[in-house]
């Protein structure tokens, strides 16, 4: 009974992470947009040509900006993430039906 249960989950959880890596988030600073997927997989970056022709001046600066801009990116994947695992365990739990209330 619980190997089946478990197994459904295992399904579950891969359709989830299938499902996440079509879904993109974005995260910027100053002129640089980042694209995450569902899975937190940095799939592009996209840099301002103004702020690429002063990143020649101040590569340091474009080094600060892509870390803000990626690290905004990954925390809004993260979240979608999130929200997903929390539906997955909610649908799951409600495939239960009344068993909660043997418990309480």
Known sequence: MFGNLLGGMEEKQEAMRQALATQTVTGTADGI???ANGNRDIVNIQIDP???QAAA???EQLEDLLVIA???ALKAALELEGE???KLLQDSL???GGLSS???
């Open 33 to 35: 947009t980042v694209t």
């Open 102 to 104: 043997l418990f309480s």
């Open 50 to 52: 103004v702020l690429a």
């Open 57 to 59: 001046a101040d590569k």
């Open 94 to 96: 409600g495939g239960f």
């Open 70 to 72: 990626v690290n905004r």
């Open 84 to 86: 997903a695992a929390q």
